[in-house]
Nanobody, 125 residues
Framework: QVQLTESGGGLVQPGGSLRLSCATN????????IAWFRHAPGKEREGVAA????????YYGDSVKGRFTISRDNAKNTVYLQMDSLKVEDTAVYYC??????????????????WGQGTQVTVSS
């Protein structure tokens, strides 16, 4: 049973911070890599960050390296995306997703078969 529920989106100013949460369950964390994608109007869905199920190895898209941090709290069955130094171009609907495959070198949307409902992040002054 895979379940994913995002929360934490909202409106922030450029340079601000926001933390997104992806609530899941033990089964999902044990067997699936968890990733964050985002989808802005007129753009393709973009891989943001991912974390492996066992090793905790992480992946970050080039556009967010140094600004975003993905982490996992197994006691709470939750994966987080800490977003700092936010830019206007970070505005999008953010989704968490689960995959049985993990790569430290790329984030392929076709690998992800389970998705949350999304949470809106708007960065604007």
């Amino acid at each position: 049973q895979v379940q994913l529920t995002e929360s934490g989106g909202g409106l922030v100013q450029p340079g601000g911070s926001l933390r997104l949460s992806c609530a899941t369950n033990k089964f999902t964390l044990d067997y699936y890599a968890i990733a964050w994608f985002r989808h802005a109007p007129g753009k393709e869905r973009e891989g943001v960050a991912a974390i492996a199920s066992y090793s905790g190895t992480t992946y970050y898209g080039d556009s967010v390296k140094g600004r975003f941090t993905i982490s996992r709290d197994n006691a709470k069955n939750t994966v987080y995306l800490q977003m700092d130094s936010l830019k206007v171009e970070d505005t999008a609907v953010y989704y968490c997703a689960a995959s049985t495959y993990f790569s430290a070198y790329e984030l392929n949307i076709d690998d992800f078969t389970f998705w949350g409902q999304g949470t809106q992040v708007t960065v604007s002054s």
